[in-house]
């Protein structure tokens, strides 16, 4: 097994304790401090090479008296030295002159007290005379000796039975404190592996070389582990615009719904934004705060003559649609007038103009302009999405039912309905979905293309259920933006961290 | 569309009884009428305009005894025997008049501004903003018939506006008045102004600006004159109904009075009150809402939306009242019926697919370029197709181009159709400068180039633009893009070198494909960048899509 050099040179110093060693200890044996080596540890014990072993136990720390005494003796053993040069001493004069004796305050009491107890001395008639044997005094003096030099050898040890440093405690010169203690274990495995020399030191390296991979060196190295929870720096892909990716996912529902795309150009006649959905030419709609006239060019042309005579006609009397009609004079030359398309209705009037009757169903996903001042709610320029669904027995409640079904395929929950008011439809629907924030809001208008409508393109038989959707504000729900303008925003940034729009319904299945 | 506030106490003292929320909720909406404020003391709704007879609190009441089935059927008026006489000899701008007089009103001071309120949104509607048609009433114990609809000389006459305290000729009227200024457009070009006076003189106003000031309508009223000038005949004849109609509402005992116009020899008795007869096929209703419905069930709903009917055969006379202008066509009388059904009672139903649905070959075309860009680390861009010739021409160094313009822009920035994208991409650019270089952006979108072959002048095309900006850019650094574009679907290409004045000379060519032009590539012009506020150099290419699928599938 190929361990980083540091974990090699550690599991080598367990070793060398005999499998045991406290963690201080370790790190002072390799020369780093505790704090650098834990990670290894950590390391090595998810490797099963040591155990950690955390404990908590006593240590012994010397009190100041301890320290004092360990460099000057006991009071005891000074005391003794005296009385082995002078035999006797008047205790007054070794308390007034303590100092002279080399003694402290109250070490001439402990002093007296110890050498009592240790029967070297006895105390008569107020004096203090030596009465032990000159071999007696020798090994007292040793065992004091010893006493002290134990004494010194406590400080920062492990204590695991007070009881055997009785002695220093009960003088006060030890205290004792509780530590927990960190021990490196080996197993036996562990020492048998090293032994053995299975456990080898090994270099860490971060970028593989392509020199590692092709000599095979990349076997004697150790694959430096990274941390996962470490944020990498931020990358932005090169994107589609999140808009125009969204309108090709709503173009490819409505493909498997069954319609076929239709085109149509942004500058229009008049004839097929208005005058081809029956709306009267004096109508408010076609005045200069709805629509874009154009400057240049101005007019346009139209071949055929016999569908501008059948519109007309339907506008002044109803032609032969059963209709009253608006009952006023229209001016063929208006028609000719060229606009921006206010509406993709236009597309499919010119659809149902070159197919007539059948069974189809079309659909727009275009621009259409309105004179409006951009801000963050409106816009002069915005997407439609318009259909049509044409056919003899295609009804109402078949519109309706396209809105229940396409709202489910985007997403967009139940859609309510009231009825609406179109110029061009009969009946008309208004169909509304509860947005988050909005509350409900209309998004699905729509209804039955009016026989005005129809008959003059040359349908006859069929109907034609039509809506058209604002495809801006759901694309606003769908992508998160609050104002219109972003949609087209050219701040690359914006559009490079924009979240990919994702319309869950295609994704659930 | 107009909002309408009514009080609501007064709604329900027309419909005659009170109100629950949740019935003003429910009926609305039937009548295609939005609530926008709904208290305790007023009701505000938005009316489309198709029913300008809901404008005011008298049409919604008539309208709501009907589905509250309070009343049912058509609304019939008292006529009284009394006729009175009007002289039309007005302006040949605006020759046509009509009126009419109500009875036995009982006014009070909602009811007047309800009526009033009802004039101004007729007015903004369905008169076009007073250019069709104007409405005037009038207290007639002021007055005496018969009535005169003349045009004078504007100094030959004064008399008191409406809110002013003194005479003033009619041009001062035109000069010195809100309403005059507002709407002198509509006169003060033609030699004579219009007027409508009594038998005595006396002036009652002068349509289509201003009323009199001492003929004006109170609360005291009991007997109003109403007429409605303009420039048709049938249409003033819609609003006199609607407007008489809604005033009859304000008294019990209210009796509606005729007038008879005199055009020259020519008599017009208005207004037309009697029920207009649409023959109604039941099947109808089946084929294009998708209910079935018993004839008895047909009339008992259209009943509540207050129209009669009764069966003829396999067919059903519907009887549409005068002040019902929308009911054009039978399928308004469907529309009638689903409403007052109910739309949640239809149901719906799912139709599938009849055929295949299909992508348009360009967008699909445009999707499939627009993952190449992409792959050659591109980022999309997407711009609106309005801009303006400065940005289009001008700052491009162009000259005698033309670009689709519009005659009543909203904004500076906006009042052209984009003929090319580049110049949007240069913007593009112009907004980005803090981002370092290099960049690479693409657009893929429509443009719109005026061609007098198309019937509507401009031919509309697909086009891609690409652009490279970086400190050392040169003419290579978009070459290799547009290889990599032509290659990536085996089609040989040349660069045939070409002078424009956007591009520098000797680093600029036309994309030739099969002979066939169909795109552009160069280093944009120094002038240019500095044009656009940039600095770095750019180069770039601006390819027509429809003409390179022509190609792939020639």
């Known amino acids: 097994m190929l361990l980083p050099e540091r974990q090699y040179r550690i599991i080598a110093e367990v070793v060398k304790s005999k499998g045991r060693v406290n963690v201080e200890v370790l790190a002072e044996k390799l020369g780093l401090k505790t704090s650098d080596i834990m990670r290894d540890l950590a390391e090595l014990q998810s490797k099963n090479l040591i155990i950690i072993e955390k404990k908590s136990a006593q240590k012994a720390h010397l009190t100041e008296e301890a320290h004092r005494y360990i460099d000057r003796g006991f009071p005891e053993e000074r005391l003794l030295r005296i009385l082995i040069e002078r035999k006797e001493i008047n205790l007054s004069t070794l308390r007034e002159n303590a100092e002279d004796f080399g003694l402290i305050g109250e070490e001439v009491q402990i002093a007296i007290q110890h050498l009592i107890r240790l029967r070297a001395v006895e105390v008569r008639e107020g004096k203090i005379r030596l009465k032990a044997s000159r071999e007696e005094v020798e090994i007292i003096s040793e065992k004091l000796k010893e006493f002290r030099r134990k004494l010194s050898e406590l400080e920062d040890s492990v204590v695991e039975d007070p009881s055997l440093i009785r002695e220093y405690l009960r003088r006060g010169l030890v205290k004792l404190k509780k530590r927990s203690l960190i021990w490196i274990i080996a197993p036996s495995a562990t020492l048998e592996m090293y032994e053995r020399g299975e456990l080898k030191p090994a270099k860490v390296v971060t970028v593989v070389s392509p020199e590692l991979i092709a000599t095979g060196k990349w076997r004697e190295i150790i694959f430096k582990k990274f941390d996962l929870k470490v944020e990498p720096p931020t990358v932005h892909p090169y994107r589609k615009h999140p808009y125009m990716e969204l309108l090709d996912e709503i173009k490819e529902i409505l493909e498997v719904m069954g319609f076929e795309e239709m085109k149509g150009p942004h500058v229009e006649l008049e004839l097929w934004n208005f005058d081809a959905l029956f709306q009267a030419q004096d109508h408010p709609a076609r005045e200069i705060h709805d629509t874009f006239f154009l400057k240049y060019p101005k007019w346009g042309k139209f071949a055929d003559k016999s569908l501008m005579e059948k519109i007309g006609k339907t506008h002044e009397n109803g032609w032969i649609t059963g209709s009253k009609g608006w009952r006023y004079k229209w001016d063929p030359k208006r028609a000719l007038r060229l606009i921006l398309r206010t509406q993709t209705t236009a597309v499919s009037m010119r659809t149902i103009y070159e197919r007539g009757d059948g069974e189809y169903r079309c659909f727009s996903l275009d621009r259409v302009f309105r004179p409006e001042t951009l801000d963050p709610k409106h816009a002069m320029e915005f997407y439609q999405l318009e259909g049509i669904i044409v056919g003899e027995k295609v009804t109402f409640k078949h519109l309706l039912g396209f809105f229940q079904e396409f709202a489910k395929k985007l997403g967009l929950g139940k859609v309510k309905i009231k009825p609406g008011y179109f110029p061009f439809t009969e009946p008309s629907v208004e169909g509304f979905i509860k947005h988050p924030e909005l509350g409900w809001i209309e998004v699905f208008p729509g209804g039955m293309f009016r026989p005005e409508v129809l008959r003059p393109l040359g349908v006859k038989k069929s109907n034609v259920a039509a809506w058209g959707i604002g495809i801006d504000r759901i694309a606003m729900a769908i992508l998160g933006i609050s104002d219109i303008r972003d949609l087209f925003s050219p701040d690359l940034e914006f559009l490079r961290s924009r979240k990919v729009p994702i319309i869950e319904s295609i994704y659930r299945w | ?554």
């Open chain 2, 1 to 554: 569309m107009p909002v309408i506030d009514v009080a609501r106490w007064d709604l329900e003292r027309l419909v005659g009884r009170m109100l629950e929320d949740e019935e003003v909720e429910k009926y609305l909406p039937m009548l295609k009428c939005e609530i926008e404020e709904l208290s305790e003391t007023i009701i505000s709704y938005e009316a489309t305009h198709d029913r300008p007879d809901l404008f005011s609190a008298e049409g919604l009441a008539r309208a709501l005894k009907g589905l509250l089935e309070i009343e049912v059927g058509i609304r019939k008026y008292r006529v009284g025997e009394d006729r009175v006489k009007l002289y039309a000899t007005g302006p040949s701008y605006r020759p046509y008049i009509v009126g009419a007089i109500v009875k036995g009103l009982d006014l009070d001071d909602e009811s007047v501004k309800q009526l009033m309120n009802l004039q101004e949104k007729l007015h903004m509607t369905y008169c076009r903003n007073r250019r069709k048609a104007s409405i005037g009433l009038y207290d007639l114990d002021k007055i005496t018939p018969p009535f005169r609809y003349i045009h004078v000389d504007p100094d030959s006459v004064r008399f008191t506006p409406l809110e002013e305290t003194r005479e003033m000729s009619l041009r001062e009227i035109l000069e010195k008045t809100e309403k005059g200024r507002l709407y002198a457009h509509l006169i003060k070009n033609y030699e004579t102004y219009p007027l409508l006076v009594d038998s005595n003189d006396v002036v009652l106003s002068m349509p289509p600006i201003i009323n009199s000031e001492d003929t004006k309508v109170t609360e005291d009223t009991r007997r109003v004159f109403i007429d409605v000038t303009g420039i048709d005949l049938d249409s003033i004849i819609d609003i006199l109904n609607i407007i008489t109609t809604s005033t009859a509402e304000r008294g019990k005992e209210a009796v509606i009075n005729l007038v008879e116009v005199q055009y020259g020899e020519n008599v017009v008795v208005v207004p037309k009150l009697d029920p207009s007869k649409m023959v109604f096929e039941p099947s109808i209703l089946d084929k294009l809402v998708g209910i079935k419905l018993r004839a008895d069930e047909i009339i008992s709903l259209l009943r509540k939306m207050r129209l009669d009917a009764d069966i003829s055969g396999d067919k059903i006379n519907v009887w549409i009242p005068p002040y019902r202008v929308d009911i054009l066509h039978p399928v308004d009388i469907a529309e009638d019926i689903a409403m007052a059904y109910g739309y949640e009672n239809i149901g719906y139903e799912v139709l599938p697919p009849t055929g295949a649905g299909k992508i348009s070959p360009i967008e699909r075309f445009s999707k499939k370029i627009r993952d190449l860009m992409i792959g050659l680390q591109f980022q999309e861009v997407a711009n609106y197709m309005m801009n303006n010739p400065k940005t289009l021409v001008e700052a491009m160094r162009l000259e005698n181009v033309k670009v689709v313009e519009v005659e009543n822009p909203k904004m500076e920035k906006y009042t052209a159709l984009r003929n090319w994208l580049l110049p949007e991409l240069l913007e593009v650019l112009s907004y980005n400068k803090h981002l370092g270089y290099p960049l690479r952006i693409f657009e893929i979108g429509d443009v719109a180039i005026v061609d007098e072959k198309e019937d509507v002048g401009v031919r509309i095309e697909r086009h891609l633009c690409a652009v490279v900006q970086s400190e050392n850019t040169t003419l290579t650094d978009i070459m290799v893009y547009a290889k990599a574009l032509f290659e990536s679907f085996g089609l040989k290409y040349e660069v045939v070198e070409v002078t424009h004045p956007s591009f520098i000379e000797g680093r600029s060519g036309k994309l030739i494909v099969h002979g066939e032009e169909i795109g552009l590539i160069g280093e944009v012009h120094p002038e240019v960048i500095t044009a656009f506020g940039l600095e770095a150099p750019i180069a770039a290419m601006e390819v027509n899509l429809n003409s390179f699928l022509r190609m792939l599938l020639d």
